[in-house]
């Protein structure tokens, strides 16, 4: 660096604002820099203090981000700092210790952070709150961006999010929650979109272990969180007793595209609570859960587009209109009080069992675990030997047609929990 100018004072000379206000920009000219730079290429030159003031860094408020030291407070003055000027808080490499979450949810506030910050709850209530409200229209339209938290015992959930809507949230992972909560606790949520949620033990450490990785639910009455886009979640190693990677009750019209709920005690719960239904599952994979890979216990109107599920579904309890497409499953029952299901082009695995107790399930160009055509027509009526039911009373009164041979097969009735075959032949 060269110096094009030195000024010197001597005692008594007067260093007036302009004076040093010159010196100053002779300083930064020789620097290359300027109060008011033009990037290459840009238009208008910005004061850096313009610049700074577009993104609020939580360090610049008084946050420490050891782990130790509570930075609610200073959390709190960044929150406000940037919801009255709106623009982008960003959280750089640090634990955030805090024991009350603030309410990070902040009309015009978009959230990001560097891939090494974490938010650390330490106290009670939700380890991450972004609340809109428990009444009124709610906060549109932010978005959060590699938010990791690690919630304690006594964190209710992981993330709460309650009366946000179209909203975009995207690498976000709960790191632990109370054994009754959920990592991703949705409600009265509208049209927003995740993608690549995570609560998991495969991919790293998750303590507590919570009982559900995402739970949609309601705000209260008929306020349903509805129209989530959730895109290759990840939801593995939830084993709370009757706890589930992905739980749904007064929900509606929500979409799971691709991604994996499995190692958990449930892959999916839907329950049938009111205003449950048309939820949809793309491609989803479900495998090495404990109980069931689903469970539609009295859901209305889910329906299933090539998902691949490696254990036992249970369709049960009024269960009503659901719809599969396409996809691979494993061990299905259907209980007799279930209605109109439908299976289309389905593969249901080798070697798995379905139990179909039904009058009313359509199957269309299904194959069945003994490789039977199972098309257009009312439940399993002609089967192969490994997709014959067991003798039961929920299949009393039932006739099906068992195949045998080429030309012979077998007339098999129930009743009262006896299963009775008359052999026939071509004749």
Not at 288 to 293: H, L, Q
């Amino acid at each position: 660096m060269t110096v094009s100018r030195v000024t010197t004072w001597s005692p008594g000379n007067t260093l007036t604002a302009d004076a040093l206000n010159g010196e100053f920009d002779n300083v930064l000219t020789n620097l290359n820099l300027a109060l008011t730079p033009t990037p290459t290429g840009a238009l208008t030159a910005r004061s850096l203090s313009a610049r700074f003031a577009e993104v609020f860094n939580l360090k610049d408020f008084g946050c420490v981000g050891d782990g130790v030291t509570d930075d609610a407070t200073a959390l709190g003055l960044a929150l406000t700092a940037a919801a009255a000027a709106g623009g982008t808080i960003y959280a750089p490499a640090g634990t955030y210790a805090y024991a009350t979450s603030p309410n990070f949810a902040r009309a015009g506030v978009n959230i990001y952070a560097d891939r090494q910050a974490i938010f650390k709850h330490t106290g009670t209530g939700n380890a991450f709150s972004l609340d809109g409200g428990a009444a009124g229209s709610g906060i549109l339209g932010n978005r959060y961006d590699n938010i990791v938290v690690q919630g304690n015992s006594s964190s209710t959930n992981g993330f709460y999010v309650r009366s946000l809507h179209h909203s975009t949230f995207i690498n976000c992972r709960c790191l632990g929650a109370a054994t009754t909560g959920a990592g991703f606790k949705l409600e009265w949520c509208v049209a927003n979109t995740w993608v690549n949620p995570i609560v998991s033990s495969n991919t790293g450490t998750l303590s507590p272990i919570p009982k559900y990785g995402m739970h949609l639910s309601r705000r209260s009455g008929t306020d349903h969180s509805t129209t989530q886009t959730v895109i290759t979640p990840i939801f593995e190693g939830l084993t709370q007793t009757n706890g589930a990677g992905i739980y749904i009750d007064y929900a509606a019209k929500n979409e799971f595209i691709g991604g994996t709920s499995e190692s958990n005690t449930n892959g999916l719960i839907v329950t049938a609570d009111s205003g449950v239904g048309n939820n949809a599952f793309r491609g989803m994979f479900m495998e090495s859960n404990s109980s069931t890979d689903i469970t539609l216990d009295g859901a209305l109107y889910q329906s299933f587009y090539d998902c691949t599920i490696a254990g036992a579904m249970s369709i049960t309890n009024n269960a009503g209109y659901c719809r599969f497409y396409g996809g691979v499953y494993d061990d299905t029952t259907i209980s007799s009080d279930s209605d109109y299901m439908r299976f289309r082009d389905v593969i249901f695995a080798s070697g798995s069992t379905l139990t179909d107790n039904s009058e009313t399930t359509l199957y269309y160009d299904c194959v069945g675990a003994g490789g039977t055509l199972i098309t257009n027509r009312s439940k399993n009526t002609y089967v192969a030997t490994a997709d014959l039911p067991a003798a039961g009373v929920a299949q009393d009164g039932k006739m099906i047609i068992e195949e045998t041979g080429a030309n012979s097969c077998n007339l098999v009735l129930y009743k009262g929990g006896e299963r009775f075959k008359v052999a026939l032949t071509e004749s």
